[in-house]
T-cell receptor
Framework: GAVVSQHPSWVICKSGTSVKIECRSL??????MFWYRQFPKQSLMLMAT?????????EQGVEKDKFLINHASLTLSTLTVTSAHPEDSSFYIC???????????FGPGTRLTVT | LAKTTQPISMDSYEGQEVNITCSHN???????ITWYQQFPSQGPRFIIQ???TKVTNEVASLFIPADRKSSTLSLPRVSLSDTAVYYC????????????????FGKGTHLIIQP
């Protein structure tokens, strides 16, 4: 149980285009989902927290107009990187948490490369 | 969130028991201690969580002294596939609620298992 999937697993896009990454909780309802970013050989950095049906909360330094987050259902959250630039190239990981448990279950991650 | 300190790296050999210690001097009363494992280009995987004393599951044990200012993750009889980065995190939460915040990851411990 507690499986979280992400799609796509990797994506290459051209500078200036937008990319959408999906995060799904497959066997539980996720009241809260989190988005992290991880650069090579670095730790995960929390980008934003999204609760189903409400606006996402962004961490300091994360541009909310650039990283659009939608959590329209209890099993799906999406992260859209708008007008992507090479410096947005990173490993994006989502996690999901149900309302009654503390553990966060992480997705497999999405490798974004912007050329 | 309480800050954690772990060794940057550790080496061991197959079949050995590995203990990774994490310091969290500023842990709060309602904080839990959680360990995650991460392989390259994958999302973190939950290993174990505890509040005090000792917790054991099918993959690891977690030892927490009475003052809770540190914790030790114990991996019995490691194999080559245990080579990964191990993160110790401290955050509020529990079975019945809390833990609504995203997780703050430190640098983690890069464990290398040799034949």
């Amino acid at each position: 149980g507690a499986v979280v999937s992400q799609h796509p697993s990797w994506v290459i896009c051209k500078s200036g285009t937008s990319v959408k990454i999906e995060c799904r909780s497959l066997d539980f309802q996720a009241t809260t989902m989190f988005w992290y970013r991880q650069f090579p050989k670095q730790s995960l950095m929390l980008m934003a927290t999204s609760n189903e049906g409400s606006k996402a909360t962004y961490e300091q330094g994360v541009e909310k107009d650039k990283f659009l987050i939608n959590h329209a259902s209890l099993t799906l959250s999406t992260l859209t990187v708008t007008s992507a630039h090479p410096e947005d190239s990173s490993f994006y990981i989502c996690s999901a948490r149900s309302g009654s448990r503390y553990e966060q279950y992480f997705g497999p991650g999405t490798r974004l490369t912007v050329t | 969130l309480a800050k954690t300190t772990q060794p940057i790296s550790m080496d061991s050999y197959e079949g050995q028991e590995v203990n990774i210690t994490c310091s969290h001097n500023n842990i709060a009363t309602n904080d839990y201690i959680t360990w995650y494992q991460q392989f390259p280009s994958q999302g973190p995987r939950f290993i174990i969580q505890g509040y005090k004393t000792k917790v054991t599951n099918e993959v690891a044990s977690l030892f927490i002294p009475a003052d809770r200012k540190s914790s030790t993750l114990s991996l019995p009889r490691v194999s080559l596939s245990d080579t990964a980065v191990y993160y110790c995190l401290v955050a509020a939460g529990g079975v019945t609620g809390g833990g609504a915040d995203g997780l703050t990851f430190g640098k983690g411990t890069h464990l290398i298992i040799q034949p």
